[in-house]
């Protein structure tokens, strides 16, 4: 009989820690039987996942109807639906829950009776501690992560950071994210038709810098408009490439036009969400990121495996990955400091030659195989 597993997020798609969840149920399930459960119900999961991987949600989609009657009925639905959905899980007999968040949905995963429960934590709690009000307190957050057999997180740095803010709950244990370089390497290779300056000759094409992630104010998007407008402002020939998607909610969207409004900044260029990143990085100099604070960044590895030098902001994970600017330039979390190390390059152009075979010989501690079986020890302990 295979090991019944239950994956838990609250969304199916979105970002990095998404992705995780995917690319664990593409090793998996064929060996294991794997049911993924979003707090929201989110229909595309069967265009993308495999076909023998079940799919649950926490709770039924709104419905907003003028007829009363209908309201009324569809809100007894979610009542219900909310009351028996524990009853269901247990029922299923799941031998092992992989909570994939931590904050609001760790603190959910707890009314599931399943036997082994593991919970991931990705937030640099030093720099972004957000999830005291899902447990009330920093006591309360501890006694729930104990409640686990055990918290992985995603770099040395969230691990400290737990500790020192909340501290350390007993369980605690480092688990590197697999990153799929076959996959990476093969998607990369699609050709960009959509970005203008490709079609220059070589020689004109400018220095280009390439940012992904989506429009959320983790990203520091502002400070990488502030850090271009003073290179312009100098006389530098350069662009920059983010590609990211809009999110719904909160309102770094208006903050990025209102930005790029009032700089009037033409060398950085905001292309959108788009399905394979992969093949903007490939097309990159430097991939830059501007992020305020990160877990360990998937993407900044993935940059690793395609030879791109990175110039990265001091978020977690980064030194684990760069050393101390040893493989790739550590940037502090500024926009001044943005600039000074974009022009820095684009001073010294040695210095990409310098920093792609740095981060070529860097890139064989990001392993594929060997990280999913890490993880794969805590489901068959």
């Not at 904050?103 to 709690?125: C, E, F, Q, R």
């Not at 409640?147 to 007993?170: A, E, L």
């Amino acid at each position: 009989m295979k090991k019944k597993i239950l994956m838990m997020n609250d969304l199916v798609f979105g970002g990095g820690v998404e992705k995780l969840m995917y690319d664990l149920v593409m090793a998996w399930h064929g060996k294991y039987d794997i049911t993924v459960m979003s707090y929201k119900y989110d229909d595309r999961f069967y265009d993308v996942y495999p076909k023998d991987v079940k799919y649950l949600s926490e709770s039924v989609p709104k419905e907003y109807k003028n007829n009363i009657f209908v309201h009324a009925l569809s809100s007894l639905n979610r009542r219900y639906y909310g009351a028996t959905i524990v009853r269901r899980i247990e029922k299923m007999g799941f031998d092992v829950m992989l909570c994939m968040k931590d904050g609001g949905t760790m603190w959910s995963a707890l009314k599931y009776k399943i036997p082994v429960k593991y919970a991931w934590n990705h937030t640099d709690y030093n720099n972004h501690y957000y999830t005291m009000s899902a447990f009330g307190s920093a006591q309360g957050e501890v006694e729930a992560m104990q409640q686990y057999k055990g918290i992985v997180c995603v770099s040395q740095d969230i691990k400290k950071g737990i500790c020192d803010v909340i501290g350390d709950p007993g369980n605690l244990i480092v688990k590197y994210n697999p990153i799929n370089v076959e996959n990476v390497i093969e998607m990369a290779k699609e050709p960009v038709v959509d970005i203008d300056s490709l079609d220059l000759p070589k020689e004109e094409q400018p220095v280009r810098f390439v940012s992904v992630g989506r429009l959320n104010e983790q990203k520091g998007y502002t400070l990488l408009i502030e850090a271009c407008k003073a290179l312009e402002d100098e006389g530098y020939k350069f662009e920059v490439i983010v590609v990211g998607a809009h999110e719904k909610w909160g309102e770094e969207t208006r903050r990025i036009n209102d930005a790029l409004a009032r700089t009037k900044v033409s060398s950085i260029k905001f292309i959108g969400g788009r399905s394979n990143s992969y093949k903007y990085m490939a097309i990159a100099d430097w991939f830059i990121s501007s992020s305020l604070y990160e877990g360990y960044s998937l993407v900044s590895q993935e940059a690793a495996v395609l030879d791109i030098p990175m110039l990265l902001t001091d978020c977690s994970g980064v030194r684990e990955l760069l050393g101390d600017s040893e493989y790739g330039i550590v940037m502090p979390i500024n926009a001044i400091a943005i600039y000074k190390a974009m022009k820095r390059v684009l001073d010294n152009p040695e210095l990409h030659e310098y920093y792609k075979n740095k981060i070529i010989e860097r890139k064989s501690i990001i392993t594929y195989q060997e990280r999913i079986k890490e993880i794969e020890k805590l489901i068959e302990e």
